[in-house]
């Protein structure tokens, strides 16, 4: 099937760029986006992924704005003492840098894929999926603290506004859930590629499937460490 | 095109982009660090937050490489999200000023 495009010259379907490539790919009778059917409901899960978060951040903001007690502040609650001196915020900065960690050895681990690399790919993905490890063991470490010395609650805490602890409990609890399912769903796919499941077939799409939810676990982060502890 | 133009890529690439990354999160932690209050801090916040949410799409999930049918079914929906941001702000606002008037003493 040809396209007979606005300057008059045919081209194939599918090949057709920008807002006209939109139409064409939607209209043509045929299958909308050529990408792995994985990939794109993948795509479409991290969509609606996205809308939940969302909604548990815009809470948070609801909440955030309409107390009249005054919020604890977050560089003082999430600081840690190095050496007797407190550093705000510290345990919160190196688990940021960790998941970053995490998302770079990702991406590379998608590139080996791509090349067929069946050895680093596997490694790569167990290191991404070491990162991610000590990501909730480090959140494990801050909900401890944060329940037996500040004594938090989701209904309460002795700092300020009430609401503080449920928006901390569930906005990071959805996140770290999300994170422990990362983990494994990565173990999973790593130790299939190190035992030659894909080279079999010669298709390492998954390994982009699953980068792309850890990448997005990353990104949820990001929005989290703006909103909730810096803001 | 999409996702095969990604085999091309060198690693370097994502070295890059994994060394901008640390960058911008160290800058947005120095500004918490450094107390930068008011407008300028939820600027600067908000800017960094953007610019690795963008980097972290656009090149580690490979959108960048995709067709735009398949930017668009996934970039344009959340853009619903800035209407209840919106309302949301507006009732929380509006439950403060209540609140303020009927329950402080």
Do not use: W
């Given at each position: 099937m040809a396209v007979e495009t606005m300057t008059g010259h045919i081209e194939p379907a599918g090949v057709v760029e920008g807002l006209a490539g939109v139409v064409t790919d939607f209209s043509?009778?045929?299958?909308?986006?050529?990408?792995?059917w994985g990939k794109a409901m993948m795509w479409i899960f991290l969509l609606s992924d996205t809308f939940i978060f969302s909604c548990f951040l815009v809470s948070y903001m609801h909440v955030r704005m309409s107390t009249t007690v005054p919020w604890p502040n977050p560089s003082e609650v999430f600081a840690l003492s190095l050496g007797g001196q407190p550093i705000p915020l510290i345990l919160i900065a190196i688990m940021t840098f960790i998941l970053i960690s995490s998302s770079g050895t990702m991406a590379m681990a998608v590139n080996y894929g791509y090349r067929r690399n069946r050895g680093r790919t596997a490694a790569l993905m167990l290191i991404t999926a070491g990162f991610g490890a000590t990501f909730v063991g480090m959140q494990a470490f801050e909900w401890t603290k944060l329940i037996?010395?500040?004594?938090?609650?989701p209904w309460g805490?002795?700092?300020?506004?009430?609401?503080f602890g449920s928006s901390f409990f569930m906005i990071t609890g959805f996140h770290g859930l999300h994170v422990s399912a990362g983990v494994i769903y990565l173990v999973v796919v790593a130790l299939k590629v190190w035992r030659g499941d894909y080279e079999r077939t010669g298709n390492y799409e998954i390994v982009e499937i699953a980068g792309l939810y850890w990448h997005f676990v990353d990104l949820v982060w990001v929005f989290i460490f703006a909103f909730f502890y810096l803001w | 095109m999409s996702a095969h133009e990604g085999t091309q890529h060198p690693i370097s690439v994502y070295l890059w982009i994994w060394l901008a990354l640390f960058v911008l999160s160290a800058l947005s932690y120095s500004v918490d660090y450094f107390h930068v209050q008011g407008l300028l801090r939820w600027t600067l916040i908000i800017v960094f937050m953007f610019l690795k949410a963008g980097l972290i799409v656009s090149i580690f999930m490979h959108m960048k490489w995709e067709r735009m049918a398949l930017k668009l079914v996934i970039l344009?929906?959340?853009?619903?999200?800035l209407v209840l941001i919106g309302l949301m702000a507006i009732e929380g606002d509006y439950t403060f000023l209540t609140r303020s008037v009927a329950f402080t003493p």
């Open positions: 043509s009778d045929k299958q909308a986006f050529p990408v792995p037996t010395e500040e004594g938090i609650r805490n002795p700092l300020g506004a009430a609401q | 344009v929906p959340p853009l619903c999200l």
